[in-house]
């Protein structure tokens, strides 16, 4: 009956190279997963780039569709606003019209 001696080296070292193998993968997805999932769903019309709460329920929505923005503004309790946003400079007296505009529909 043969002697048992256990795992060589060999075998120790290819499993931590297989290990570290893993981390450095798992660490490059981590680190480019933006550039992996752009490239994935590169066949996507609509895409939401930034988010923003308006408070009571409501939130501000920027949405890129076939490379044009819009700004969406849904709540809880009142209807929504769909407003295409030019020249892709947020301006501060288009969006203060926006919001007036909002504003002035929920008080009727």
């Not at 993968?25 to 999932?37: D, E, P």
């Not at 994935?40 to 490379?67: F, P």
């Not at 400079?89 to 929920?106: D, W």
Request: glycine share 6%; hydrophobic share 35%.
């Amino acid at each position: 009956m043969p002697e048992y001696a256990g795992p060589s080296l060999s075998n120790y070292l290819l499993v931590l190279g297989f290990l570290s193998l893993l981390f450095v993968g798992f660490y490059y997805i981590k680190k480019n997963k933006h550039f992996i999932s752009k490239t994935l769903n590169s066949k996507k019309r609509m895409r939401v780039s930034e988010v923003t709460i308006l408070g009571q329920g409501d939130r501000a929505l920027i949405l890129n569709l076939d490379n044009k923005d819009y700004l969406f503004i849904s709540g809880k309790n009142s209807g929504s606003l769909l407003t295409e946003i030019k020249n892709n400079n947020l301006k501060q007296n288009n969006l203060e019209k926006v919001f007036e505009k909002r504003l002035r529909n929920e008080k009727v």
